[in-house]
């Protein structure tokens, strides 16, 4: 970026002769800088007409434009069907990295003091082979922490406190994945029904944290103090060794539909910033009323200096993209993946060693793109989530009531080993973000109680949320007290946590679905804010033991790399950072093409060797039996494999009951629908008899 850049410093820059406002609007006629009293919202103590440049930027320079100070701007322009201009509105400019509230749904802008001392702390940089995401609520995952004082509980503050810090780092995830914390508003829908918009996708501003989640002292001393918390925050976790995700929505704003709210980008051009078509529609990929117009390069500037500005003055270490379809589709609104805010993200210099994880959807023409982003990016793999739900839930029920599961084993195997099918081999495994559950959907527990949504308390009559959830109740539909059911379910849970965290790609854990939390059957509980959706930390013993194994999973993953490749091996090549990959049926036997289609073969071993670069030589066998009969496995004679250690075994809490040590032919008991994870060791060489030597 250079000085000759003409949308350089856009927002508010403060210089010893006070503080200088930059606005870009090609079609306003004019714009004002509002600058306002201390104490009254509604007193304009200077109101400074800014001048337009040749590349339509305007801007406005005073003394009074300080730290601490609120300010706004009224834009004057044509009338018409693709314009909506509202001069009587104070609108909050968009490069605005504080919001004050000043009335039920009026905000202004604050020139921040964002001075820190991040002191000598860094970014941890885990590789994405290492990396194990935690998507987490700030509000939900302390609100309901005895551990944490109660002024803290619920804030980033609660997210930053050592009880808090000591649970991830203790559970063994590297990074916490944020719901969003740009500020953000409830619809005008929810806000009318008394409810209130608890997830955050419905972007206000994109450059300022979310208030509402800093502690009260700090809403009190204003976005500066909210700032400082949210910079705290991202210092505390990052000193514990421990990554932040923030998922963004750049995709809509707050501002709905035609209709809606006019708060900043409306008002200043939209004829620009959103999509519309040319008799001033909305053309809405989204769903959520409005689509920022990614087809013009001023608003995939704000996007990128946002981003910019989280990386580096805030330290955050990546973004997952909400809907990241939409911001790659051109000007005639067709999905690119080469397209120039997409590039323009991963090629960026400041925007270097920044995680980007794309949410590979919308709701437009052409929008589901899983696997079509470029290399670069990483992708939430939705078929990775339907084939595993199938696979040891909705194929189980079919076996159960009509003795078909349905499709072959072969498709839950290229899920486990990367999802071949869906990257290239350029990008590789780690293309796959793996994910069972998410903030969208049943929790795992309620995967496993729940054949349908339960969301009447959402005002919407039970029609929202999917109806699609590939879940199996086990015969309840919800609570029971059925111990052969609990004892079911409970192993289904252990069944897909094993899976998600033993399958090739980067695993995202739902936060609670290590110890069961449940929703109560709602797979939409996005507007909801309460003990639903709160992580509840006083665990029943099963709860306990769920989390055991959650924690014992996580650490074989580390402890094992041929589970965690970097790239697809190649037939016929040695690749590092590949693992070697060779596949056997429950004889024991190499795998044949019956075998991988067959619906009733519900039987798999599939044998990992590492390929080592970076660490030691390593391999693993994991055994898959799928059916709720037991069965006998006989362990394959694999080339140079002399003995195989039990390390898991999904039938059981712990192992204290398990034979551990077993031999290659060994015959390995399965318990119906379970997994094993053993460690293959190398057949020990006899010595070699050397010769003695004459005297």
Same mark, same amino acid.
């Given at each position: ?23 870009? &609007? ?10 306002? *009293?201390?104490?009254? @919202? ?11 440049? !040749?590349?339509? !930027?305007? &801007? ?6 300080? @730290? ?7 834009? &004057?322009? /044509? ?7 509202? /001069? ?96 953000? !508003? ?72 035609? =209709? ?18 040319? *008799? ?13 117009? $990614? ?25 997952? $993209?909400? +809907? ?47 696997? %079509? ?58 293309? &796959? ?24 308390? %959402? ?13 199996? %109740? ?11 059911? +609990? ?7 252990? =069944? ?10 980067? /695993? ?14 709602? %797979? ?15 665990? *029943? ?23 965690? /490749? ?56 994991? !055994? ?22 039990? +390390? ?15 031999? @290659? ?31």
């Amino acid at each position: 970026m250079t000085h000759a850049d003409p949308l350089r410093n856009l927002g508010v820059r403060i210089s010893s002769t006070g503080g200088e406002l930059r606005v870009w &609007s090609q079609t306003a006629e004019a714009i004002d800088l509002c600058i306002f *009293d201390h104490t009254d @919202p509604n007193w304009i103590i200077k109101n400074i007409p800014m001048t337009k440049d !040749v590349h339509d !930027v305007w &801007s406005a320079k005073s003394r009074t434009l300080s @730290p601490g100070r609120r300010y706004g701007i009224r834009v &004057s322009g /044509p009338a018409g069907a693709r314009h909506s201009f509202h /001069p009587e509105t104070t609108l909050l400019e968009p490069y605005s990295r504080g919001l004050v509230r000043v009335g039920a749904d009026r905000w202004q802008s604050f020139v921040v003091d964002d001075s820190f001392d991040w002191a000598d702390s860094r970014k941890p940089a885990v590789p994405l082979d290492h990396t194990v995401i935690y998507e987490a609520h700030v509000r939900g995952i302390s609100r309901l922490n005895k551990k944490i004082p109660a002024a803290l509980r619920g804030t980033y503050a609660g997210l930053a406190h050592e009880s808090t810090i000591d649970y991830l780092t203790d559970l063994g995830v590297t990074s916490v994945e944020l719901l969003p914390v740009q500020a953000f !508003v409830s619809e005008q829908r929810l806000i009318k029904q008394g409810l209130i918009n608890y997830w955050g996708y419905n972007t206000l501003n994109f450059f300022s944290p979310h208030a509402d989640y800093a502690t009260q002292a700090a809403q009190s001393a204003g976005p500066d103090a909210v700032l400082r918390e949210f910079k705290s925050m991202v210092k505390a976790l990052h000193d514990a060794g421990l990554e932040v995700i923030m998922d963004v929505v750049y995709n809509h704003t707050a501002e709905e539909g035609p =209709n809606g709210p006019v708060t900043s980008l409306r008002g200043i051009d939209n004829s620009n910033y959103y999509r519309q078509t040319a *008799d001033g529609q909305y053309i809405d990929v989204t769903g959520c009323g409005n689509t920022v117009n $990614f087809g013009h390069d001023v608003p995939r500037r704000l996007v990128m200096d946002s981003l910019r500005y989280w990386a580096n003055e805030v330290q955050i270490d990546g973004f997952r $993209f909400d +809907l990241a379809v939409a911001l790659g589709r051109d000007g005639g609104v067709v999905y690119d993946p080469q397209h120039p805010l997409l590039t323009g993200i991963r090629d960026d210099p400041e925007l270097a060693g920044v995680k980007l994880i794309a949410e590979p959807w919308d709701v437009g023409q052409g929008g589901w793109q899983t696997g %079509n982003f470029a290399d670069g990016w990483t992708e939430w793999n939705d078929r990775y989530r339907d084939r595993m739900r199938d696979f040891w839930l909705g194929d189980i029920r079919s076996m159960r009531y009509s003795g078909s599961a349905g499709s072959g084993i072969g498709r839950f195997a290229t899920r486990v080993a990367g999802s071949s099918n869906t990257f290239s081999t350029d990008r590789g495994p780690l293309a &796959s973000l793996n994910f069972i559950t998410a903030h969208d959907g049943f929790t795992l527990a309620d995967l496993t109680a729940y054949d349908t949504k339960h969301n009447l308390g %959402n005002g919407e009559s039970n029609r929202d949320g999917t109806g699609n959830n590939n879940s199996f %109740n086990h015969g309840v539909e919800g609570p029971t007290r059925d111990v052969t059911i +609990l004892r079911t379910r409970r192993k289904a849970m252990r =069944n897909m946590l094993g899976t998600l965290l033993l399958s090739a790609g980067i /695993p995202m854990i739902t936060a609670g679905d290590e110890f069961g939390r449940s929703q109560r059957g709602n %797979n939409n509980a996005y507007c909801q804010d309460s003990e639903l959706t709160w992580l509840n930390w006083d665990f *029943d013993d099963w709860q306990a033991d769920l989390h055991r194994v959650s924690r014992r999973l996580l650490e074989l993953r580390r402890d094992n790399p041929a589970l965690r /490749p970097v790239r697809f091996g190649r037939f016929g090549e040695s690749t590092l950072s590949a693992s070697q990959l060779d596949w056997y049926n429950g004889a024991g036997e190499s795998m044949s093409h019956d075998d991988w289609n067959s619906p009733e073969a519900r039987t798999l071993q599939y044998m990992a060797a590492s390929t080592p670069e970076h660490e030691d030589f390593n391999r693993i066998l994991l !055994v898959v039996h799928a059916r709720e009969q037991d069965a006998t496995v006989i362990l394959p004679r694999h080339a140079g494999v002399g003995a195989y250690t039990l +390390l898991w075994d999904s039938s059981h809490d712990d192992l204290r009951d398990a034979v551990i040590e077993h031999k @290659p032919g060994a015959s390995l008991q399965m318990t119906g629908a379970s997994m094993q994870l053993l460690r293959a060791h190398d057949a020990v060489k006899p010595p070699t008899r050397k010769r003695a030597r004459k005297a």
